[in-house]
């Protein structure tokens, strides 16, 4: 890990312990965002950004993602995955300005954002790692959220009986860091009870090619 990395690691360690057992970093700070300041968050991120409808490659055929999505970050900040390459959209006011607060609580720079819009409990993420080679061998991702609270779910790649239940909130803020994505899988579930919108912004650091 990058002395950036490690100097994320030492801050956040304030916050509380690392959620995860073993292999890799995963810290959780509740209500990073106030809830007066969410709700207004939540409204503006809703109207404002340029929410798409996107389809991916996967198990050799094109489905729909089930959620809305928009990539957002530095010019040079392209990201592929799935069989889709995204150029980043400039920043907006308000996106900027959560990077800049982000940045300063985890003494880190991040340079692009992936933001998703669940529109109810029927949009979800797929089990996954955020391991692309864009990212680097060991990424930091800081993860932020806003509206309904949904269940984020992570099980070890080889360790079956080794999983972790998060319900992440209105203003919570989730680090993901260390050798995490080599080891864990992570989702966010389908869910039959009802749910009103909720917003996830994942600032990522994309590297050079």
Same mark, same amino acid.
């Given at each position: 890990m990058d002395t950036e990395?490690?100097?994320?690691?030492?801050?956040?360690?304030?916050f509380g312990d690392n959620r995860l057992p073993f292999d890799g970093e995963l810290y959780l700070v509740r209500q990073f965002y106030r809830p007066p300041e969410s709700d207004r968050l939540l409204a503006i991120l809703t109207a404002e950004l340029d929410w798409r409808e996107e389809d991916i490659f996967i198990f050799g055929r094109?489905?729909?993602?089930p959620?809305?999505?928009?990539?957002? =970050?530095?010019?040079?900040?392209?990201?592929?995955?799935?069989?889709?390459?995204?150029?980043?959209?400039?920043?907006?006011?308000?996106?900027?300005?959560?990077?800049?607060?982000?940045e300063?609580?985890?003494?880190?720079?991040?340079?692009?954002?992936?933001?998703?819009?669940?529109?109810? =409990?029927?949009?979800s993420m797929?089990?996954?790692?955020?391991?692309?080679?864009?990212?680097?061998?060991?990424?930091?991702?800081?993860?932020l959220s806003f509206g309904d609270e949904r269940l984020f779910r992570l099980h070890h790649k080889k360790r079956?009986?080794?999983?972790?239940?998060?319900?992440? =909130?209105?203003?919570d803020l989730l680090l993901m860091a260390g050798t995490m994505q080599h080891?864990?899988?992570?989702?966010l579930p389908k869910t039959k009870q009802l749910k009103k919108p909720r917003i996830n912004l994942t600032f990522r650091r994309i590297l050079p090619s």
């Open positions: 990395a490690d100097a994320l690691r030492d801050d956040i360690a304030g094109w489905v729909k993602v959620r809305l999505m928009c990539w957002y =970050g530095d010019a040079d900040a392209h990201y592929s995955y799935s069989g889709v390459d995204h150029a980043p959209l400039p920043w907006t006011a308000e996106l900027q300005a959560i990077r800049d607060k982000v300063r609580q985890c003494r880190y720079r991040f340079n692009s954002v992936l933001a998703n819009l669940y529109r109810d =409990g029927r949009d797929g089990c996954h790692a955020d391991n692309e080679k864009e990212l680097g061998p060991n990424p930091v991702i800081a993860s079956k009986k080794a999983s972790l239940d998060i319900v992440l =909130g209105h203003g080891h864990w899988l992570h989702a």
